[in-house]
């Protein structure tokens, strides 16, 4: 079965990366949750997508050079303007404190591309292992290097290299780099790069699937998963698929 994560919880329908999000994925039946996290100023693990706090809070500049108790009194709503009330940055730890309740998977992207984060994987290892985590989380990213430094960190974690160009045969370079799964753009994703890593015993996990037709592709391939906006219309057509 192929299983069907949340992108940045069910970004679609609520404000992405709150717990609003992550537990209406949760409501409509997703298999697991996907999410982003960065340093706030003072070095702790926060959830939210973009460096720049613009577009989704009601607030201006970089995560990073806001505290936590600053990010915390920001509106995290931004985007629905005010339709869904205030939401919290959330932090790992609070995340990681709700998955101890339910059976999720989640994917924690690290966005150390933009800036790097000196500290980051150590952290996120350690919250992951503190809350005996290991088994549910797969860490991702764009940032490969990062993913090596994580593989070293925790062998028992697993990792998947983020990419949205093609790559040659990429199930062998996600091996090369320690890596268990690969995340490829939809763009790069054909039938027989998604054949031939599943072949190969690593799993493929598409993002963004929101559209209804790639869903029913993916479906028909049995796709490791797919990464959705939009997790209850993901769960409906496979239960149609099916």
């Known amino acids: 079965m192929t299983l069907i994560f949340a992108h940045r919880g069910s970004a679609g329908t609520h404000p992405e990366n709150t717990m609003s999000a992550f537990k209406e994925a949760a409501r409509v039946g997703a298999d697991g949750i996907e999410t982003d996290v960065q340093l706030s100023k003072d070095g702790e693990v926060v959830i939210i997508h ?20 600053e990010l915390k009194t920001l509106n995290a709503s931004n985007s ?8 919290r940055i959330p932090t790992l730890e609070e995340l990681l404190i709700w998955l101890k309740n339910n059976q999720l998977l989640c994917i924690i992207e690290l966005k150390n591309t933009l800036f790097l984060y000196p500290g980051l994987e150590e952290k996120v290892i350690r919250l992951i292992r503190s809350y005996e985590m290991e088994e549910r989380i797969i860490i991702s990213s764009f940032n490969h290097y990062s993913l090596v430094d994580c593989h070293q960190l925790a062998p028992e974690i697993e990792t ?36 031939s890593s599943m072949c190969a015993g690593v799993p493929v996990r598409p993002y963004t699937i929101n559209k209804e037709s790639d869903m029913k592709r993916l479906y028909s391939l049995r796709c490791s998963a797919i990464i959705t906006d939009f997790p209850g219309i993901a769960k409906r057509v496979r239960e149609e698929f099916e």
């Open 160 to 195: 998947a290299p983020l990419y949205r160009d093609g790559l040659f045969m990429p199930w062998i370079y996600a091996k090369a780099i320690g890596g268990s799964a690969i995340h490829p753009n939809i763009r790069v994703a054909s039938d027989i790069i998604i054949q």
């Open 80 to 87: 629905y303007k005010g339709k869904m009330g205030n939401e």
């Open 50 to 69: 973009d460096e720049k706090l613009n577009r989704t809070t009601n607030a201006s500049g970089f995560v990073k050079d806001r505290t936590l108790m």
